[in-house]
């Protein structure tokens, strides 16, 4: 397999580090997640909701889950490592207790004194809008006045507003700061990467092979001769270059790209089934309504583990007549 020199690849060097959590395997840094959907064609899953939207259920964010087969995929080949994330967590002595809630005081100052130039800045801007919507109104009002009383009567006029103005910006520079942080509440960053704590450790808690991982108990897909089938499939049709997804959604165990999937629509789905069962015809009349109700093949996909091969059959509706 050809690798791509994307810009990505030159900054990023494998392995990356996947955190295992209650059987998932998760990725939290975009740029990881990047590399290996343009080097290696795998597309993951996100899962997490959005900051701002965190009520809808249509897109999603970090952190991105790995199918069982990609995992295993790129545990083989060296590019990732495991990491046991609950056994990384330990217990925080009281210095780091005690420095983590002083960054945490002062990211909370940061914000209050970031608010508090804002509202000065937002009154200056009204002040200075105001004064210069009573001038013009006052040169109006003087001017239509002079003709009236005099030159007299406007340097008096002019005079009285002049310490009137005076008095008001000083009243403004006296105000309370206290007073302009009313309403005033902080960001809270609620930090979903674990490796950001000073109390996670990783050092005793990586693994770099299926064994070790097993053996550990972290990771033990496949354990099942079904899971061994599907992976070799998986494997195979990888090798072949396609761009390979959960096709839970359309009744199959993949779909298959034939390049990105934000550039492409699937042209596969795909179902592994063992060599020896036994397919009805209604079975097939299934399949094939199903794929061709989506504009895609449906393709039948079993390991042969006597001459260690993929078989596949795909299904089309075909029109006569």
Same mark, same amino acid.
């Given at each position: 397999?050809?690798? &791509?020199?994307?810009?990505?690849?030159?900054?990023?060097?494998?392995?990356?580090?996947?955190?295992?959590?209650?059987?998932?395997?998760?990725?939290?840094?975009?740029?990881?997640?990047? #590399?290996?959907?343009?080097? /290696?064609?795998?597309?993951? @899953? #996100?899962?997490?909701?959005?900051?701002?939207?965190?009520?809808?259920?249509?897109?999603?964010?970090?952190?991105?889950? %790995?199918?069982?087969?990609?995992?295993?995929?790129?545990?083989?080949?060296?590019?990732?490592?495991?990491?046991?994330?609950?056994?990384?967590?330990?217990?925080?002595?009281?210095? +780091?207790?005690?420095?983590?809630?002083?960054?945490?005081?002062?990211?909370?100052?940061? !914000?209050? +004194?970031? /608010?508090?130039?804002?509202?000065?800045?937002?009154?200056?801007?009204?002040?200075? $809008?105001?004064?210069?919507?009573?001038? @013009? +109104?006052?040169?109006?009002?003087?001017?239509? &006045?002079?003709? &009236?009383?005099?030159?007299?009567?406007?340097?008096?006029?002019?005079? %009285? !507003? !002049?310490? +009137?103005?005076?008095?008001? $910006?000083?009243?403004?520079?006296?105000?309370?700061?206290?007073?302009?942080?009313?309403?005033?509440?902080?960001?809270?960053?609620?930090?979903?990467?674990?490796? @950001?704590?000073?109390?996670?450790?990783?050092?005793?808690?990586?693994?770099?092979?299926?064994?070790?991982?097993?053996?550990?108990?972290?990771?033990?897909?496949?354990?099942?001769?079904?899971?061994?089938?599907?992976?070799?499939?998986?494997?195979?049709?990888?090798?072949?270059? /396609?761009?390979?997804?959960?096709?839970?959604?359309?009744?199959?165990?993949? %779909?298959?790209?034939?390049?990105?999937? %934000?550039?492409?629509?699937?042209?596969?789905?795909?179902?592994?089934?063992?060599?020896?069962?036994?397919?009805?015809?209604?079975?097939?009349?299934?399949?094939?309504?199903?794929?061709?109700?989506? &504009?895609?093949? /449906?393709?039948?996909?079993?390991?042969? !583990?006597?001459?260690?091969?993929?078989?596949?059959?795909?299904?089309?509706?075909?029109?006569?007549?």
């Amino acid at each position: 397999m050809e690798i &791509k020199n994307t810009n990505a690849s030159l900054e990023l060097k494998p392995p990356f580090k996947v955190y295992v959590s209650n059987k998932k395997a998760l990725l939290w840094n975009i740029e990881e997640i990047r #590399f290996l959907r343009e080097n /290696y064609r795998i597309v993951g @899953s #996100f899962i997490g909701c959005l900051p701002r939207y965190p009520l809808q259920n249509q897109l999603f964010g970090l952190p991105m889950t %790995l199918l069982n087969e990609e995992v295993t995929l790129l545990l083989s080949k060296g590019i990732i490592i495991l990491v046991d994330d609950k056994k990384s967590h330990q217990s925080p002595t009281n210095a +780091q207790i005690k420095k983590f809630e002083q960054i945490s005081l002062e990211e909370e100052d940061k !914000q209050l +004194q970031e /608010y508090i130039n804002f509202i000065e800045e937002k009154k200056s801007k009204i002040e200075n $809008l105001r004064k210069n919507n009573n001038l @013009s +109104q006052d040169i109006k009002e003087k001017k239509n &006045k002079a003709k &009236k009383t005099g030159l007299n009567d406007l340097k008096e006029n002019t005079l %009285l !507003q !002049q310490k +009137q103005e005076s008095q008001d $910006l000083e009243n403004i520079n006296v105000e309370d700061k206290t007073s302009k942080a009313k309403g005033f509440a902080p960001v809270i960053n609620i930090k979903t990467l674990s490796a @950001s704590f000073a109390w996670y450790n990783v050092n005793e808690n990586c693994f770099d092979s299926i064994d070790i991982a097993k053996q550990n108990n972290l990771w033990t897909w496949p354990n099942t001769l079904k899971d061994i089938q599907k992976y070799k499939i998986y494997c195979d049709l990888w090798n072949k270059g /396609y761009y390979i997804t959960s096709g839970i959604k359309f009744g199959g165990d993949y %779909l298959l790209y034939p390049g990105d999937p %934000l550039r492409y629509h699937s042209h596969f789905i795909a179902t592994v089934l063992d060599t020896d069962k036994t397919i009805s015809p209604m079975d097939i009349i299934t399949f094939g309504r199903l794929g061709t109700s989506v &504009k895609k093949s /449906y393709m039948l996909c079993s390991w042969n !583990q006597q001459e260690d091969k993929a078989i596949y059959f795909c299904l089309e509706w075909s029109g006569f007549g």
